[in-house]
């Protein structure tokens, strides 16, 4: 089921195809390698990461976003945190 994003688009589908041609054409080629050396247990966790990773890359504030994360200036708590909190291993 596709439903419209935050910014009124179609999300990519959870396909190989769609998420390949979503990504720019240096990550496209990463994200192959790694499907291509998927396992049955893997291949779908590469391919939610990658698919969250081409809806990044379509938003427009994905730049920022993306850049604020990375600094640690990000708004909200990292999942490391919470896992902790919870006591996960």
Do not use: K
């Not at 589908?13 to 998927?38: K, N, W």
């Not at 990658?50 to 850049?67: F, K, N, T, V």
């Amino acid at each position: 089921m596709n439903t419209p994003s935050v910014h009124g688009r179609q999300p990519v589908a959870r396909t190989q195809d769609a998420v390949a041609a979503a990504l720019p054409p240096a990550q496209r080629m990463e994200f192959h390698r790694e499907m291509g050396g998927a396992g049955d247990g893997t291949i779908g966790g590469v391919l939610r990461r990658w698919w969250l990773r081409a809806e990044l890359y379509r938003d427009p504030e994905g730049d920022r976003i993306h850049a604020a994360v990375r600094a640690g200036t990000a708004p909200g708590t990292p999942a490391a945190t919470v896992l902790r909190r919870l006591g996960a291993p």
